[in-house]
């Protein structure tokens, strides 16, 4: 995917058009790498096929890229910045248990240990697999195998 990014012309068009859109400054990443994996006009490899809306009834739809808190919901740190939840160490029980591969939105400056208690939770289920051959007993990878993308994709 990586080298996909940095060649394909599609790519290298879709970047330089977000990075021209100064109102998207703040999320390229975020729209560049979900443009590219979710059109399979695109062809990037290991692109999904089939792209569903997330909906609760149908885990096979979840959107796994990032996990957020919007407002209005609960925020358990009563920290928000456009409309986001900051992340605090309430948060980390039950960020250890989302399936998501990123969190949005830690700030260096607000309760930073709980991005440190994030970071040695993590570091410890890889040492782990290191140390004894096998994942967390609390990973769950027939999650992602279920997922359409998973059974569809390029």
């Not at 290298?12 to 998207?24: D, F, H």
């Not at 208690?117 to 410890?124: A, G, Q, S």
């Not at 697999?129 to 769950?140: K, L, V």
Request: charged residues 25%.
């Amino acid at each position: 995917m990586v080298q996909f990014a940095l060649t394909n012309n599609y790519a290298k068009e879709i970047l330089a058009a977000l990075r021209s859109e100064s109102k998207q400054k703040l999320c390229q990443d975020e729209m560049f790498f979900s443009t590219i994996n979710y059109n399979p006009h695109f062809k990037a490899p290991g692109g999904c096929l089939v792209a569903k809306n997330p909906n609760d009834s149908d885990p096979r739809s979840a959107f796994v890229a990032r996990y957020v808190d919007w407002y209005p919901k609960p925020c358990l740190s009563k920290l928000c910045q456009r409309e986001v939840c900051i992340m605090g160490v309430r948060n980390i029980p039950k960020l250890t248990e989302r399936y998501e591969f990123f969190v949005n939105k830690f700030l260096p400056d607000f309760e930073p240990v709980a991005y440190d208690c994030l970071e040695w939770w993590l570091f410890r289920k890889i040492r782990d697999e290191r140390d004894f051959g096998r994942t967390a007993t609390s990973f769950n990878a027939s999650f992602y195998g279920d997922l359409y993308c998973s059974s569809n994709h390029l």
